[in-house]
């Protein structure tokens, strides 16, 4: 890995645009070479996998005292705000070590370019609140690598239960009432589920995360710190342990939708599931991701944008645009009940 430019010494920042590290200083080009892999691990290999020491050394972490945000960053690297909240109260620390990284996808665009993908999609949304995001500039815009964990899982399930679903039934007279119908159900159900992606740092939310997927792992590199030359890394503080079983309980609830759908039912009245995983693979990926802070009197806002594809998660949404949307539905509607009790 290179830490600093080979001419000048200067410090130095990814390109997306070049696919290389640049100099600051004298703008010399480092190319990157794009080992593309995402192949899965067993979840054995977890369990040997040695957790990487010369990753940690590299790095120093700083911690939030508002939002208590924990993120890595080389140490050549300046940071003087939370990346989350932009509050400047941060303490530095040292980086602990952490888990063996399989691969990165890396950022696509630029911090200028996703500022201005930012805008046009805050003024392309009729209801995001146009004032919050009005006044950023580039240094509202942190770029992050989020930790998630990505699972291939097979599935192969028993169930039996009671399932049921409601129909509008007409009777003699002619009146309509909804009716509950019961389904005695039972049988074997497989599914190989792929790329099911778990966030590993508990600061972020799952939903947030949701918000701008999906990632294209077919972009995916083999990790390598070159990558992450001006931008920041986030701390994996949850258990891989306890990524896995987040994502059985996705998957879980995938396949008693799917048991639904199969047996024409909507609702589950009894289920007995039981299910086994032949087989349980991971890789463990960092995802590009741009925050976009901003504060409007004393309240913080914070935005998230994939920087592989330039999807912009949940935008704040303007109150009035709202409340006006409402009104103008209930006097449509209360005009339309006033014209067919004039009509009839
Ligand atoms: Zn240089
Ligand atoms: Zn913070």
């Avoid at 990753?55 to 972490?61: E, V």
């Avoid at 639904?260 to 009894?270: F, P, S, V, W, Y």
Wanted: charged content about 25%; overall charge positive; aromatic content about 14%.
């Amino acid at each position: 890995m290179l830490n600093n430019c080979e001419n000048c010494g200067g410090k130095l920042y990814f390109s997306p645009k070049d696919k290389a590290n640049v100099c600051e200083s004298c703008g010399s080009l480092f190319p990157l070479e794009y080992n593309y892999q995402f192949s899965k691990k067993t979840f054995d290999e977890h369990q040997i996998s040695a957790e990487d020491d010369a990753l940690a050394n590299s790095m120093s972490s700083i911690k939030c005292k508002s939002c208590g945000a924990n993120v890595l960053l080389s140490k050549y690297q300046m940071q003087t705000t939370c990346p989350y909240c932009g509050n400047s109260s941060i303490v530095k620390g040292k980086a602990k070590n952490m888990l063996y990284i399989d691969s990165l996808i890396p950022f696509n665009f630029s911090k200028t370019e996703a500022l201005s993908k930012f805008k046009s999609t805050v003024r392309k949304r009729f209801y995001a609140n146009k004032k919050i995001f009005k006044n950023i500039n580039e240094n509202a815009i942190n770029g992050i690598y989020v930790n998630a964990f990505v699972f291939d899982i097979e599935t192969s399930s028993s169930y039996r239960g009671v399932f049921s679903y409601t129909r509008t039934v007409k009777d003699r007279d002619g009146n309509s009432h909804t009716e509950t119908f019961y389904k005695n159900v039972s049988g074997f159900f497989d599914k190989a589920y792929k790329n099911i992606t778990i966030e590993a740092n508990s600061h972020l939310d799952q939903s947030d995360l949701g918000s701008i997927m999906p990632f294209q792992y077919g972009s995916a590199v083999e990790f390598k710190q070159d990558f992450m030359h001006g931008y920041m890394l986030e701390y994996q503080d949850r258990m891989f342990n306890d990524c896995v079983k987040m994502a059985e309980k996705i998957i879980n609830r995938d396949i008693e939708q799917r048991l639904l759908e199969k047996h024409g039912c909507t609702k589950i009245e009894r289920l007995s599931l039981h299910t086994d995983y032949p087989d349980k693979r991971y890789n463990y990926c960092l995802l590009p991701v741009y925050f976009v802070n901003s504060e409007v009197k004393g309240k913080k806002y914070n935005v998230l944008m994939n920087g592989q594809t330039g999807k912009v998660g949940k935008i704040p949404k303007d109150k009035w645009r709202v409340f006006f949307t409402i009104l103008l539905i209930a006097v449509l509607f209360v005009g339309a009940i006033l014209l067919v009790m004039y009509l009839f």
